[in-house]
């Protein structure tokens, strides 16, 4: 698919204006596709250039896309440009909000190279700069004009990103419907493993992603500039996932943050909208299931609550929550300090890795517990949590009548370490790469 990308480019009768293209990518990913979608581009009758970028949540500040964009002027890049991001959310956000921006607007088109950008931040035209105070605070909506998923190149992630972009997909799952719930459950042990999902069984993830992705779209269309309701539900799992990112340096990956996001807030929901342990047990048992590893952190529940206030998301008395009371039946819930704090200690202490990843993650462990879970702590605050708006999705309420299948095995818990988050470095416009490692496992970016 990426050697044909020119071609479906020039197709585009909606930017038959555009001459040039501009890939921006990452030093991850640059080596590996960045000189094929550019010769692919050429054969088509653009001129191509490459501008790389550090990779990493790092990447995604204002000094950066300062640099892509003088870079681009420098490249004397007019209205007739293209902007092509290649990479995981990372690039998405920033090459999106560089295409935004840039002269009033210039065409995107994105080609991500990671499951979690396939699924989520590739679709629906959000993009993001992080900023000191937190994550996402500037952007744009910008659709882009194409977007190249070419399954291929994920058979190089690594575990921790292929198992990042499961939770994403189990997330989708929960979030759309039953039907959607019950397949993924039927098919999670063979999309559990990456290197069967992308060879013997690529149908199966083809499949996976076309459903995710037509939800994701449904859900877009409904809401595009995220004012009803309606997208934000796709921030299941983000309120406790992002400031998991965030106390870590964001050396956890976004996917298996959103993971322990979800693990919670199904939790909490117990308590707050009555969601039954049967739909706690579905979910855990999907997770489990896809292999998603836990996240070696234990942050003490203050320093959640602290972390979850400075998120965008956060009015100035109450946390907003999107809250599931069964599959597919999910609506925003306010949860005030003193609900959330006794909710964030029980989940802080009954946490337990169970498959801790192996990811060189900063250990701010304070008040590490590792007692078995209690399942049904979550039910005895049933009425103290304040709901003032819940805005429910369009589906009918569904049950969580069948359970979830697949494996439970469990991997032994790795040691937690320390990665910390880069500091940007010049955009680096590249003539010539690196050779291709096609075969080597990759690290790339996230996205929220
Ligand atoms: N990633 C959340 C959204 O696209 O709205």
Redesign the pocket.
Known sequence: MLDRFGQDVRSLTRIAHVTQAVIITDKNVGPLYAKRTASSLRQAGYRAHILTIPAGEGSKTIDVASELFQALAQLGCARDTLIVSLGGGVVGDIAGFVGATYMRGVPVIHVPTTLLAMI??S??G?TALDLPQGKNLVGAFKQPEYVCADLTVLSTLDAEQWASGLAELAKMAIITSDEFFFWLSDHASILADCDAACSAHAEILAEALTRAIRA?VDL?AKDEF?TKGV?AL??YGHTLGHALEALSGYAVLHGLAVAEGMRFSVRLACAVCGASLDMVKAQDDLLDALKIPSVPLTPTANKLLVSMHADKKATSQKIRFVLPTDIAHLGLFEVDDETLSIHLKAWVSQRRPKRTSQRRTKQIAEDAQVEEPKKTATRTRKKTATQTEEKEAAQPKTSTRRKAQGATEKKPAAKASTRSRKKPESVAQQSTEAQPQETKKRRTQR??
């Open positions: 989520d931040a679709v629906g959000k994701k877009v995220d997208r796709l921030n996205k929220a």
